[in-house]
C-alpha cells in the first residue's frame, strides 16, 4: 500500500505544471514582450533590462547586413534564448520599433538562423540614434546580406514584441 500511494503522489506531483518565475527589472526597460507566452513579470508581459537581457544566452557575432558597409561585430541574447525564457515554441512574433514601425518574425527562425538580438554594436551598447536599443540580426554572410531574404526581419530600434499563436 505504501509503494502505491507513493507511486500516486510521485506521479501527480510530475505532472503538475511547475510555474517559471520571471524577476522584474532593475534598471531602465529595454525589451517588453506580450501576447502568448508563457512567463511573465508585470501582468500579462515580460519586461526586461539590459542585465536580464546578458542572463540569457548572450554571445558575440560578427557579420554583414544590407545596412552597413562591412563585416560588424553584434552582442546579444539570441532570440531563441530570450523565446525558451517565456516558454515560446511556435507562432509568429510581431517585432515593433520605437517609431512603432512594426515586422512579423516566425519563431522558426529564431533556433534555425541563430538570429541574436543585438544590444552593442562594435562593442558599444547601441543607442537610439544608432539603431537601438535592440536590433534584430540575423548572421548572413556576405553574399547573404545582399540578397535581401532576411533584410525585412532586421528591425532596428526594437522595443517590443508579441508573441502571435
Known amino acids: ?3 502505491w500511494l507513493l507511486a500516486l503522489v510521485l506521479a501527480v506531483t510530475c505532472t503538475v ?4 518565475a520571471l524577476e522584474m527589472p532593475e534598471g531602465r526597460v529595454v525589451l517588453t514582450v506580450s501576447g502568448d507566452i508563457d512567463v511573465t513579470n508585470d501582468g500579462d508581459v515580460a519586461r526586461f533590462d539590459i542585465h536580464m537581457l546578458r542572463a540569457l544566452d548572450w554571445r558575440e557575432i560578427t557579420t ?13 541574447p539570441t532570440l531563441s534564448s530570450l523565446l525558451d525564457a517565456l516558454g515560446v515554441e511556435e507562432g509568429t512574433l510581431r517585432a515593433r520599433a520605437v517609431n512603432d514601425y512594426s515586422v512579423e518574425i516566425p519563431v522558426a527562425h529564431a533556433a534555425a538562423h541563430d538570429v541574436l538580438i543585438a544590444a ?15 536590433w534584430v540580426v ?12 532576411f ?14 499563436p
Do not use: C
Not at 554583414?64 to 546579444?76: L, V
Not at 552593442?120 to 535592440?134: F, N, S
Not at 526581419?153 to 508579441?162: A, C, G, R, S, V
Open 17 to 20: 505544471p511547475v510555474a517559471r
Open 120 to 134: 552593442e554594436h562594435g562593442g558599444k551598447p547601441m543607442r537610439v540614434r544608432d539603431k537601438g536599443p535592440l
Open 138 to 149: 540575423y548572421p548572413l554572410s556576405e553574399a547573404k546580406a545582399q540578397d535581401n531574404t
Open 151 to 164: 533584410n525585412t526581419e532586421m528591425i532596428w530600434q526594437l522595443t517590443e514584441i508579441e508573441v502571435l
Open 1 to 3: 500500500m505504501t509503494r
Open 64 to 76: 554583414f547586413t544590407a545596412f552597413t558597409n562591412g563585416p560588424q561585430q553584434f552582442a546579444g
